[in-house]
């Protein structure tokens, strides 16, 4: 008896060390992936969100009569539903990550903020935020709760507009000329993104002003990254994929246009065109990009959106154009999107373990100050 109540009271000794070297643990993994963790991971937001868009704008109403579009037009409601789920649970989950890294590692978020490449990939959650409110299934423009998401969504957006923008023109060493890249174009996005969702619920102004914020930088972007100025190429090689950026911008600049005017204008197609020579010219430089592949990297989702927002894109020319030509184009850029972004997909879901690497060149870890443990 006296043994057996010795051994209950020795028990609680005996487990205390494991429980610890369990919390240990967790805190050491929770550390490690809060402090590899950076907003270049909402690549994959954009793209999941990026298709979520894509797909309901395809199972929706239409005028076009084709064969092509009635097939497609067949997507089960429910594949849908469940792709803007998955694509909600990854945005809940990077943006919980994301608040961690604020709580506890704020001076890493501080340091993301003035690299001239972590910055721009500030906008991403709230443009991922954006892209699945304006594909929501139980969501619709011009109520209540829609108005008040977009503000809380789109607000972000401009205030870093302001910090960032004001920087290229006001501060010396923030000047455009210097820290201009092809993530720059993020920016430009997110106020595009904003029209489009504002146009959607009948606030034109709105949309107006967003859109012209928009492209007036875009411009400036485009013409200062052709130039080749000394901050235009200050990305690693395995970054590269961010060049598909180049027409990323211009396809949703025709789409928000067309909201604004309700029709697929010779504006439009003029973005479309430029975004669909902008692709064709990365596509026959593959050189480019083959450092970037030889070694997965979560950077290769930044090819996924682009794809899907073009393909989005083509939806739409090929509705108001009603061509052969033109629906085989859409078809084209639409089995194209969805095969890079089932790829990745599969790619991240089997290599899981390299999606935090230590070297990973979208980080900013190199310029923080030591963290302690």
């Known amino acids: 008896m006296i043994r057996s109540m010795a051994g209950q009271r020795s028990q609680p000794e005996v487990n ?15 550390r490690s992936i809060l402090t590899k963790f950076h907003a270049g991971y909402f690549r994959i937001s954009l793209s999941l969100g990026g298709q ?15 064969t ?5 037009h067949k997507f089960h409601p429910t594949a849908f539903l469940v792709l803007w789920s998955f694509a909600l649970f990854i945005l809940i989950l ?7 890294r604020c709580l506890f590692y704020f001076k890493m978020v501080k340091a993301e903020f003035l690299h001239h490449v972590g910055v721009n990939y500030l906008f991403a959650p709230w443009i991922s935020w954006l892209l699945l409110l304006q594909s929501a299934p139980f969501a619709t423009p011009k109520t209540t709760s829609y108005y008040v998401l ?40 997110g106020n595009l993104v904003g029209a489009l969702a504002a146009a959607s619920m009948g606030w034109k102004e709105s949309a ?52 604004i005017t309700g029709a697929f204008d010779t504006a439009s197609k003029m973005l479309f065109f430029l975004s669909l020579f902008l692709f064709i010219s990365l596509v026959c430089r593959p050189a480019l990009f083959r450092r970037s592949m030889r070694r997965f990297n979560v950077a290769w989702w930044a090819y996924s959106f682009p794809l899907t927002i073009l393909a989005l894109a083509s939806t739409e020319y090929a509705e108001e154009v009603k061509g052969s030509i033109a629906h085989l184009l859409m ?22 373990r390299m999606l935090l690497p230590d070297n990973d ?13």
């Open 16 to 30: 205390t060390p494991q429980s610890s070297r369990f919390t240990d643990g967790i805190k050491r993994s929770l």
């Open 68 to 72: 092509l579009r009635h097939l497609v």
């Open 150 to 189: 977009w503000w809380f969504f789109a607000v972000p957006v401009v205030a870093l507009d302001v910090k960032i923008y004001g920087q290229w023109f006001t501060k010396g060493k923030k000047f455009l000329s210097t820290v201009a890249n092809p993530t720059s174009q993020i920016s430009v996005i």
């Open 208 to 259: 107006v002003c967003l859109f012209s914020l928009g492209m007036v930088h875009y411009l400036v972007l485009l013409v200062t990254l052709y130039q080749r100025f000394s901050g235009s190429d200050r990305i690693p090689a395995m970054l590269r994929p961010v060049f598909f950026l180049f027409f990323a911008a211009p396809s949703v600049a025709s789409l928000a246009w067309e909201s």
């Open 52 to 66: 979520a868009l894509l797909w309901k704008t395809l199972i929706g109403p239409t005028h076009d009569k084709s």
């Open 331 to 352: 078809l084209l850029l639409l089995a194209l999107s969805v095969l890079v972004s089932l790829g990745l997909t599969i790619f991240t879901l089997l290599n899981t």
């Open 361 to 373: 060149p979208s980080s900013t870890l190199h310029h923080l100050p030591t963290v302690s443990p």
């Open 94 to 100: 990077l943006s919980l990550l994301y608040i961690l």
